[in-house]
């Protein structure tokens, strides 16, 4: 079965093409290599020991997507990652975000019906969720605003596909990621940075490497377990899987069940502190980690984790790496980052 992943050269893309070719799909990717390495596809080969089809396409550029899908017309699912996905990036420059993510969202969905390709995944984020009140996060808990244009864009592609699922023969699934990190256990693929990381676990390792100085640990004196701020990681190739179950359940339920967009959250279902990964870290390398405790930063929410029970019962995804294997893997591609001078 081929399917077309959209932003395969990325970081969830490269692992999710490794996992399929793994499992015997067929991949075409489209990836316009404005986020990632030009070296990224031959990595994936490498890895997986197997080939597949990559263009430098932009998905905005409607003309040329017919061009691959003329060329490849037994493609019988997307898988589409392809957006920017930086929350502090998308406040200075929104309409560069709402550009590039919703066009491509449009063209991608459109092509889907063009083609009559029958299943649809999309990557969308707990960040449609905005600042929720009630824990764990589920499918249906009431949503707040999204806090950025990246979550804007995130909630507008779900709206889109939405209200086009009534119309249209592909059936349509949106996994909504909480914090993926971590990389492929062999060190030759992970998340290349684009520019400072704003989350946690890169700012860990990139600190234990000495791109930086020490890092800050904001607010011990929450009501969590050790006072630190708890949020919900799941490792990358945990995230990678749960796209095949996906496409395999869609493959399932084609036939009498389309028409509505379906979404799973997926998330750990707990819960890992600030504290909890640093001391994660300094278990898995090894090392004393240089932070300090700070106050609290304001807008800081308390605590958000996923309820996964969906994704577990109808998908039957587990989260089957733990916080050790996120803090191991990472630290293995940060030195192999180090080594071929990608760090950025
Ligand atoms: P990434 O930046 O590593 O990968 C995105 C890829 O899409 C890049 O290779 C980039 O070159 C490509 N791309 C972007 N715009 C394109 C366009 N117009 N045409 C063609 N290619 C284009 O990001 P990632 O971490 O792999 O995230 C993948 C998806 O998952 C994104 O949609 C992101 O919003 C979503 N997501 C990511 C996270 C996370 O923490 N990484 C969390 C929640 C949701």
Excluded at 308 to 332: F, H, P, Q, Y
């Amino acid at each position: 079965m081929k399917i077309l992943v959209t932003g395969g050269c990325g970081y969830i893309g490269a692992h999710t093409i490794i996992d399929l070719l793994d499992k015997g799909y067929e991949v075409v990717c489209i990836d316009n290599l404005s986020r990632s390495k030009s070296f990224v596809p031959d990595r994936i080969r490498e890895v997986a020991g197997k080939d597949f089809t990559q263009f430098r396409i932009d998905l905005r550029d409607l003309p040329k997507l017919r061009t691959v899908l003329h060329d490849h017309q037994d493609i019988q699912g997307i898988i589409h990652f392809a957006a920017f996905k930086s929350v502090s990036e998308s406040t200075r420059i929104p309409l560069i975000y709402y550009d590039n993510n919703l066009n491509a969202n449009i063209n991608i969905l459109r092509i889907a019906d063009e083609y009559q390709i029958k299943h649809f995944i999309l990557s969308s984020s707990c960040s449609v969720y905005g600042n929720v009140q009630e824990l764990p996060v589920k499918e249906d808990t009431p949503m707040s605003m999204p806090e950025s244009p990246y979550g804007w864009t995130k909630l507008l592609s779900e709206e889109m596909i939405r209200a086009h699922a009534p119309n249209t023969e592909t059936k349509c699934i949106a996994l909504r990621y909480f914090n993926p990190v971590g990389a492929h256990p062999g060190g030759m693929i992970g998340e290349i940075p684009f520019s400072t990381p704003e989350n946690l676990v890169p700012n860990i390792t990139r600190t234990a490497i000495g791109l930086q100085d020490a890092i800050t640990v904001h607010g011990t004196d929450y009501p969590t377990r050790d006072g630190s701020c708890v949020r919900d990681y799941v490792h990358v190739m945990d995230i990678a899987e749960a796209h095949r179950l996906a496409l395999e359940y869609s493959m399932r339920k084609v036939d009498t069940d389309t028409r509505t967009m379906e979404v799973f959250n997926l998330g750990s279902g707990t819960g890992i502190s600030v504290l909890e990964l640093i001391h994660a870290f300094e278990r898995v390398s090894d090392m004393r980690l240089s932070y300090t405790l700070g106050p609290r930063r304001e807008g800081d929410v308390v605590a958000i984790y996923a309820d996964n029970t969906k994704a577990k019962e109808v998908l039957g995804w587990e989260c089957s790496r733990n916080i050790d294997d996120m803090m191991s893997t990472a630290w293995k591609w940060e030195q192999q980052m180090q080594k071929e001078g990608l760090s950025g």
